[in-house]
């Protein structure tokens, strides 16, 4: 079928504003829309520039605004993104970051976030000679939340990441959330207070516009709810 | 601008990181240079498992995994190798644990493991558990966790930086490389004392793989072109289940956990060909039965592919050990495992070749002993070898694992042991990379990269892939003479310096058909079958002429010189491979 492919477009080398440009592509129901891009790309104009590499979900590269969501341009197809023959498919940068060149954004602020919040594993006990023990109880706690591919879609989907570009928006959230709600993490003292505070999870007010842009369908609210608690708990402790 | 490390690891993979982490542990000043964001390595995609005898569901013995590993390998691995592997392995998954890896849990809470092709009990019994995993997500669960230990310590990263050239002394030692930076479109001198590569596969050399976008062999084709050897380049691992015409893979995993292949006539034909472990069997020799199904007319409908039943696995195994294999299944093709058999077909998955080294990951210049001062290699990349002419699963992330540890310890310690200083920079270092550059963006009429690598990828998948002959072969090496033309005209219409993807395109295409060359001619030459080398000329094993390792050497733009090295062999002596 023929679909228009109506692309933002912005090179800050040349170009002194943004602009659309449209592309008529044959594509097959079955394509996704990274296949389009592709396509118009290797065939009719090489400038356009987007990530890409895995090609199915798992690297995080692509994440997109298409049709208006923040979607992986690899894991949607032409025929959720169309009604019918000539129907209009648009492609924008993910919001809110600058813009490096066409649909690449500037993610340096998005891993400064992830960085801030000790995404690693703190452990004081010393190892034992095997593995640490972990039921699957608790391996289900955090299941969801490793399933994280980090490509920004959701906290380039949340308001109160638009409203302030300091919030740490809940994909660094969730990795906090990730270790601190391992069976086998040690650091809540040190990783809480930098997630419990203004610019953490209280600007979180639950809108669930993440849970919808995810592409691995984490339920990221609800493990930011149990890290809300967890925080108020350990104040209450203290 | 020059940027000036003990140690730059090109490639931030599982095996890159790796080697970073326990460099920098190490005390070495470590930075890692990526044509990707480090968590976009096709690490990420790794499925089914890594194996390693830790036994926490039944016996297991190291010595059983090193023996699959060599008969896996068709006798071609060198044993002194496999067995530091796969006495390494389970305590390096021990410190991957304890590293914050997520492992999927055994109800004792112990690390999960399952079945996967090749793995047996006692020297070939019956399959064994032994493939560690994360639900279908191992790699991913690996590589993030690698990356948050690195940022950890401090690790230097400088991502979609793209290496394009290694910088060699007149004396051969290696002190830096050259690398492209895509943000500004410029070209970076990175100065160290050792440089350890890390840039994963090739298989984009082929239409059908299952291998990311970026797998353009960068490393290996850099390598070849500073006149060092490629080593047992024939052998290209097509795994049996790719999604039909896609190529995604579906893992192993989904036979390991009781999935089986059917043809047209509903029959589980595994049996047939290797009645011991069936489905299980490695994959050099269940993607030559599929091709053989197909072949003798029972594809599906006739057509080019067969069927992967996981319908009697159940719903509950497939939704919780195999999740993401769903939901490809039903994004990609619309289909529902649960309910439906999976269309599949071989697809290009694994580089057995690559950067010979020994196995503290030093690259060797001309057989064992001879050492490239300041330069390793590690993971997909470089060929120790312990996967020989066919990799079992599961054995590709205990590679990049043991190895990439084993390098990062052995370059910190080197360094500290000899406080080595750095050579000085010849003249000049990037002048071939400039020139490279320049020639592409001079160019104004020609061919767009994609029609080419398009014409390449055809011709290597039609003549390069399962089955091999004379005749194939040679058409190929025609196909490539011409391509190799076509490819140093092709044009890129962006010609500006920011974030140049289309630029890197061309460049690689080069890379893309260096490799499809030193494939095709190792293949030519090998005059034999053995794992994933199937001639159809010479059908059978040849050990007293080839049980050896293919060296591969560029002299000149249309010549090559062959060398070999001997298998070492330590436990086991070849035997005919029967499963
Ligand atoms: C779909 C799939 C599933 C798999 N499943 C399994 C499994 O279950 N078990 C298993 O053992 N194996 C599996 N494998 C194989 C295994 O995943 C790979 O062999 C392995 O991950 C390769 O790791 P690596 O570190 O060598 O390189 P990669 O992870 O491929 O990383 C390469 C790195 O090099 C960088 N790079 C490349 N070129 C350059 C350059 N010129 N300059 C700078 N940087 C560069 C890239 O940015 C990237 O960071 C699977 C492979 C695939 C494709
Ligand atoms: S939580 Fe989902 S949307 Fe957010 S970064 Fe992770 S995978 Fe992407
Ligand atoms: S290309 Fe990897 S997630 Fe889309």
């Not at chain 2, 697809?347 to 050492?371: F, K, L, W």
């Amino acid at each position: 079928m023929k679909v228009k492919v109506k692309i933002k477009r912005f090179n800050p080398e040349t170009d002194a504003e943004p602009h659309w440009e449209t592309y008529e592509v044959d594509a097959d129901p079955m394509d996704s829309a990274l296949s389009l891009l592709l396509h118009i790309k290797w065939h009719i104009d090489g400038s356009l520039t987007f990530r890409k590499s895995c090609g199915h979900g798992i690297c995080g590269s692509d994440a997109m605004k298409i049709n208006g969501e923040n979607r992986l341009a690899c894991s949607v197809l032409v025929k959720d993104l169309v009604k019918g023959e000539g129907d209009t498919i648009t492609f924008e940068p993910l919001p809110t970051a600058p813009v490096i060149k066409d649909l690449v954004i500037d993610q340096s602020r998005f891993f400064e976030k992830y960085r801030a919040v000790k995404p690693w594993l703190i452990t004081r006990t010393p190892p034992p000679e095997r593995e640490r023990l972990q039921s699957p109880e608790e391996f289900a706690l955090i299941e969801d939340a490793t399933k994280c591919i980090m490509c920004g879609a959701c906290t380039h989907a949340c308001p109160s990441t638009w409203a302030d570009p300091e919030y740490l928006g809940p994909a660094a959230l969730l990795k906090a959330y990730r270790y601190t709600f391992d069976s086998r993490d040690e650091g809540a003292d040190e990783r809480l207070p930098v997630v419990d505070s203004r610019e953490g999870l209280w600007k979180c007010y639950t809108i669930f516009n993440c849970n919808e842009a995810c592409p691995k369908e984490i339920d990221i609210s609800r493990w930011l709810s149990a890290l809300k608690r967890r925080a108020v708990m350990e104040v209450a402790a203290r | 601008m020059i940027f000036s490390h003990d140690v730059v690891i090109v490639g931030a993979g599982g095996s890159g990181l790796m080697a970073a982490l326990y460099a920098k542990e190490g005390g070495a000043d470590v930075a890692v240079i990526s044509k990707l964001h480090p968590l976009r390595s096709h690490t990420g995609a790794a499925q089914g498992g890594i194996g390693a005898a830790l036994g926490n569901e039944e016996e297991d013995h190291w010595l059983w995994h090193a023996f699959d590993t060599v008969k896996g390998s068709d006798y071609l691995g060198d044993q002194d190798a496999i067995e530091i592997m796969c006495q390494d392995a389970p305590r390096t998954i021990i410190e991957l644990e304890h590293y914050g890896v997520p492992f999927s849990r055994n109800k004792e809470g112990k690390i999960a493991q399952r079945r996967f092709g090749g793995h047996t009990r006692n020297f070939g019994e019956a399959p064994v558990r032994r493939a560690c995993h994360a639900a279908d997500r191992t790699g991913h669960a690996i590589l993030h966790t690698l990356y948050d230990q690195c940022v950890k310590n401090q690790v230097r990263f400088y991502d979609e930086f793209q290496a394009l050239d290694l910088i060699m002394t007149p004396e051969g030692v290696c002190c830096g490389v050259v690398a492209y930076e895509l943000l500004t479109g410029e070209i970076h001198v990175f100065h160290a004392k050792m440089v350890c590569l890390a840039t994963g596969g090739y298989g984009r050399v082929y239409k059908t793989t299952s291998n990311a976008h970026a797998s353009t062999g960068d490393g290996m084709a850099i390598v070849l072109r500073s006149g060092l050897p490629l080593e047992d380049m024939e052998f290209v691992q097509f795994h049996p289940t790719g999604l039909y015409r896609l190529g995604i893979l579906v893992t192993e995993g989904a036979r390991g956990e009781g999935g089986i292949l059917l043809n047209d006539k509903g029959e589980r034909f595994m049996e047939r060909y290797a009645p011991t472990v069936k489905d299980l069997a490695p994959r050099d020799l269940v993607s030559q039965c599929i091709y053989k199904e197909i072949r003798e007319g029972r594809g599906i409908n006739g057509k080019d592919y067969v069927y992967l039943d996981l319908r009697h696995v159940g719903r509950e195994v497939i939704e919780t050990k195999l999740p993401e294999i769903a939901t490809f299944c039903r994004t990609y093709l619309g289909i529902d495992p649960v309910k439906e058999p999976i269309p599949v077909a071989p697809t290009c998955h694994y580089a057995m070749g690559g950067i010979p080294t020994n196995y503290d990951g030093q690259v060797e210049r001309a057989g064992r002993g001879s050492i490239v001062p300041g330069l390793y290699a590690v993971g997909e990349c470089a060929c120790v070898s312990v996967h020989g002419a066919n990799r079992l699963g599961t054995n590709s992330l205990v590679d990049l694992v043991v190895f990439g540890r084993r390098a990062g310890i052995h370059m910190a310690e080197t360094l500290r042991k000899e406080g080595r200083k750095k050579e000085p920079l010849p003249d000049n270092p990037d002048r071939r990379v400039r020139e490279m550059l320049e020639d592409i963006l001079g160019r104004t009429r020609g061919e767009p990269v994609a029609v080419v690598r398009s014409d390449l990828q055809q011709t290597m998948m039609d003549n390069v892939s399962v089955f091999r002959n004379e005749e194939t072969l040679t058409t190929a090496l025609d196909d490539l003479k011409q391509i190799r033309e076509r490819a140093k005209r092709v044009v890129v219409r962006d010609k500006s310096k920011r974030f140049n993807t289309e630029l890197m395109d061309a460049v690689e295409l080069g890379f893309l058909v260096d490799l499809s060359e030193v494939i095709t001619r190792s293949a030519l030459n090998r005059t034999e079958s053995r794992g994933a080398h199937s001639r159809e000329d010479y059908p059978k094993r040849d050990d007293e002429n080839w049980l050896k390792h293919t060296l591969i050497y560029r002299e000149g733009e249309d010549s090559y010189r062959f060398d070999y090295k001997p298998v070492t062999i330590t436990r086991f002596q070849p035997k005919e491979r029967k499963y």
